[in-house]
């Protein structure tokens, strides 16, 4: 297989991609930066992708933009039996609207949240789509390319589930991603459930209704239960409490409380035996809570109540479970066609790729209905991803994208020099 990359890197087309890349790496950069400074918290990409879709129309690409804001273009094969792959870099970002935007550079770094995930990728795949068009390249398969919403965080892949449960049901037959930096391949899907749970009670004075179950009370014997959860180590299982917050002030029983819960491993029967001791330990903490107060009944009277209320026994801890992060787990292997293609075209162009067998990214949607997927890296160096202090540097860009490229050639095939190595599914 990597003979046949050391060909494709021949082909004039791609010689004139990569020398397109070359003289744009400055353009892409000044977009790249553009970009950044538009805010795109999960669920609210709608000013990125408006942007992002009026720089595609300016360079001639007609768009689709559906009814969730992701956006792309389709370059058209020239056999309709070769295969179609979809390759999409996320508009969205982790940090809420309200975040400082403002790109500050210090020793050949530029710092600002979400410079590089996935900004980066965003502007490069812009790029690949120009070098594309002016080279004149023609796959066999058709191309999808473009940006999508919803990857992070709450975001909860929507804009993938969309992608392939709304409007493509069938009729694609591989994906990348474009995420992140470097060379790196991961080629699984870390499964994850995530919950927003409510701890909710009728609420008093720390002092004069003392007896009352309190929710926060719930609450934290549910977090000491569930740090306890014994998990396997492979697959790699795992859990958090990531957000807490509730309560009035210091002098008050609760009225409520919640906490954001998150559970992930790299096998499905794993990652539901984690769920279903989750959901054992909240009603297991909820119960000895009401509990601890019910057998003072006598103690706490009715005439500590305040009128009109109910004896302090019969006020309970209640709760509520709300499922708001439902990403699937996804495994192929590591001699699968699409992954060995990504490391015979690396390989083939001097580089050497780093593999992941799973990762929590917007892949695992189309490798859990049996796509085969990757999520593969661009041009340039960053860091501190998720942080305020996220920063990239521009080098090797047009390399990055010639990589992805020369991928997307050997993948789909090239009119008049190589077939496709992906196969068109049924």
Known sequence: ?????????????????????????????????????????????EKKADRYQEMLEAEGFKTTRDAVNNVYYTFKGTDP?????????????????DTPLAITEKDGKFYCPGIGDDTASLAQVFGIMRAIKGSGLKFKGDLIIGGNVGEEGLGDLYGMKHFFFKDHTSGIDGFLTVDGNG??????????????????????????????????????????????????????????IGVVNGGTSVNSIA?????????????????????AKFHKLIAEAVAEENGRWAKDKEKFSDKFSRPGTKPLC???????????????????????????????????????????????????????????????GCGGQAGGA?????????????????????????????????????????
């Open 314 to 376: 019969e006020r309970i801890v209640e709760v509520d479970v709300k499922k708001v992060g439902d990403r699937p787990v996804g495994n192929q292997n590591f001699e699968d066609t699409i992954v060995q293609a990504a490391k015979n075209a690396y390989e083939s162009m001097g580089l050497e790729p780093s593999f992941s067998p799973a990762g929590s990214v917007d892949a695992n949607i189309p490798i859990s209905i049996g796509i085969p997927g990757l999520a593969v």
């Open 386 to 426: 998720h942080s305020a202090s996220e920063w990239y540097i521009p080098d090797n860009i047009s390399q990055g994208q010639a990589k992805l490229i020369l991928l997307l050639m050997g993948l789909l095939g090239v009119e008049g020099v190589s077939d496709p190595l992906l196969p068109k599914r049924g």
């Open 81 to 97: 039996n070769a295969p179609t792959v979809y390759m999409t870099a996320h508009i969205d970002t982790v940090f809420p609207l």
């Open 1 to 45: 297989m990597k003979e046949l990359f050391e060909k494709l890197q021949q082909v004039p087309e791609f010689k004139k991609a990569y020398e397109i890349l070359k003289a744009e790496e400055d353009r892409t950069w000044k977009e790249h930066q553009e970009l950044v400074l538009i805010p795109a918290f999960s669920l609210h990409e």
């Open 183 to 240: 060379n790196h391949v991961t080629y699984g899907g870390t499964g994850s459930y995530r919950y927003e749970v409510t701890f909710s009670g009728p609420g008093g004075h720390s002092n004069g209704d003392f007896g009352m179950p309190n929710p926060i009370h719930a609450m934290g014997r549910a977090i000491a239960k569930f740090a306890e959860l014994d998990v396997p180590n492979s697959p790699k299982t795992t859990f958090s």
């Open 255 to 275: 009225i409520s409380c919640k906490m954001l819960v998150d559970m992930r491993s790299n096998g499905k029967k794993e990652l539901d035996e984690v769920d």
